[in-house]
């Protein structure tokens, strides 16, 4: 079985501020892929990012960012010089890669970009 | 466009009362899931089909029936609703398991 660990419950942070959200996963599976959602005040579910085990690179994506470090089971998401519109709830998800396609969520972050 | 759809995307009912919620996705994805999300807890996956006619249960899957018998398709059945069941509740579609999930627009359930 797998897990997902989002220990950070709220992060507040002013406009222009830098914030990382930390995302820590376990599996059995030596191939697997993990997600970041975001999940803005309206409710919906927007994907992100998909990475898969193999491909340790960091990307960046405008002013997104993420740091998957095997070695650790993390994959960390930093927003940089955030905005009011980031303000939203930051899901990790991972899914392993066998005949069980379960996706399994962390907690959530939810994350408040004061003007 | 692209999307996957809920019906109805808010319902108030009493406990007991047989309900259905409908999913459909316009992409030709074969992988399709329902989940509730939950204060502090998350979305947990409830049930998934990798194909027509293949359903799997997820990590909550009591109370809760699918079925997948078109492509397009999947409905959430609750054939007794209990208050334990209010959330707010998330179809998803995928090419195939592990491929990007994308998720319809949710519906808020209220059991009384």
């Known amino acids: 079985a797998q897990k997902v660990t989002q220990a950070q419950t709220e992060i507040s942070v002013v406009e222009k501020e830098d914030v990382t959200l930390d995302c820590v996963y376990e599996?059995?599976?030596?191939?697997?892929?993990l997600f970041w959602y975001k999940q803005p005040p309206s409710g919906e579910l927007v994907f992100l990012i998909r990475r898969n085990s193999f491909d340790e690179q960091n990307e960046i994506s405008g002013r997104y960012s993420w740091n998957f470090q095997k070695s650790t089971s993390s994959f960390n998401f930093t927003i940089t010089a955030s905005q009011v519109v980031d303000s939203a709830v930051y899901f990790c998800?991972?899914?392993?890669?066998?005949?069980?396609?379960?996706?399994?969520f962390g907690a959530g972050t939810t994350v408040t970009v004061r003007a | 466009e692209a999307q996957v759809t809920q019906n109805p995307r808010y319902l108030i009912t009493v406990t007991g009362k047989k309900l259905t919620v409908t999913c459909s996705q316009n992409m030709n994805h074969e992988y399709m899931s329902w989940y509730r999300q939950d204060p502090g807890l998350g979305l947990r996956q409830i049930y998934y089909?990798?194909?027509?006619?293949?359903?799997d249960k997820g990590d909550v899957p009591e109370g809760y029936k699918v079925s997948r018998k078109e492509k397009r398709n999947f409905p959430l059945i609750l054939e007794s609703p209990s208050p334990n069941q209010t959330s707010l509740y998330f179809c998803?579609?995928?090419?195939?398991?592990?491929?990007?999930?994308?998720f319809g627009p949710g519906t808020r359930l209220l059991v009384l």
């Open positions: 599996t059995r599976d030596t191939t697997y892929y």
């Open positions: 089909s990798m194909n027509v006619e293949v359903t």
């Open positions: 998800a991972l899914t392993p890669d066998s005949n069980d396609y379960k996706l399994s």
């Open positions: 998803a579609s995928g090419r195939e398991g592990r491929e990007t999930q994308y």
